[in-house]
């Protein structure tokens, strides 16, 4: 079946250091969203992206979609506390199936 | 204007007995989603429904899940025969076009079973 993975699964980071999720699907995706789960919370909506090599940025947050829309990439400039959390990539495959990647949780040491 | 709204946050339930959980989408949102997250793992998705009818289900156990989003009121998914396994955090979702549409969680129902 389906599946979409996400690198790494865990990253403990300095504050200040960037940070890279990867997100790879094994089949094309019609489009890709991202969320982000703090601690005890909910996941919350961050971003999506639909075209092939797209790129959007959210202050130092930077999202890419790769030109196969098989991959999906978050990274993170200058981490903050307030970053902590876990990752989420989500996409539509076959059969409109929404899946949900596996996370990447982010640690932020002061 | 009120997010999702899940309830009750937490319940604990005794092998063998009935778990209900309730989820009010956002207001004119009519797309609903459930997940199941077991600890320090992702979401799983479980079924997706629209006023009425079942979209999607592919991710629901074939045994004692059910779900359901009548005309009027909240959408429930209902556990029968809960067993340990079934511990987990129970996340509802609403979109207000489709699965292609951003989704606005609730904050979940931890359910424990004991």
């Known amino acids: 079946g389906q599946q979409v993975m996400q690198i790494p699964q865990y990253q403990h980071v300095q504050e200040g250091e960037d940070f890279t999720t990867y997100c790879n699907s094994s089949?094309?995706?019609?489009?890709i969203q991202w969320y982000k789960q703090r601690p005890g919370g909910h996941p919350v909506f961050l971003i999506q992206?639909?075209?092939?090599?797209e790129v959007k940025k959210q202050k130092r947050l930077t999202f890419q979609f790769g030109e196969a829309k098989k991959n999906s990439s978050l990274h993170i400039t200058a981490t903050q506390t307030t970053d902590v959390g876990t990752y989420f990539c989500a996409g539509f495959g076959i059969g409109n199936q929404f899946y949900f990647g596996t996370g990447t949780s982010l640690t932020v040491i002061p | 204007n009120a997010g999702v709204m899940q309830n009750p946050r937490h319940l604990v339930r005794r092998r063998g007995q009935e778990a209900r959980l309730r989820c009010s989408p956002m207001?004119?949102?009519?797309?609903v989603y459930w997940y199941r997250q077991l600890p320090e793992e992702g979401l799983k998705f479980m079924v997706y429904?629209?006023?009425?009818?079942?979209?999607?289900e592919s991710g629901m156990p074939k045994e004692r899940f059910s779900a359901e989003f009548p005309k009027e009121g909240p959408s429930i998914l209902r556990i029968q025969q809960v067993v340990r396994g079934d511990s987990a955090a129970y996340f509802c979702a609403s979109s207000l076009v489709g699965t292609r549409d951003e989704q606005y969680f609730g904050p979940g129902t931890r359910l424990t079973v004991t």
């Open positions: 207001k004119g949102h009519s797309h």
């Open positions: 992206l639909v075209k092939s090599g």
């Open positions: 089949t094309t995706l019609s489009n």
């Open positions: 429904l629209q006023k009425e009818n079942i979209i999607d």
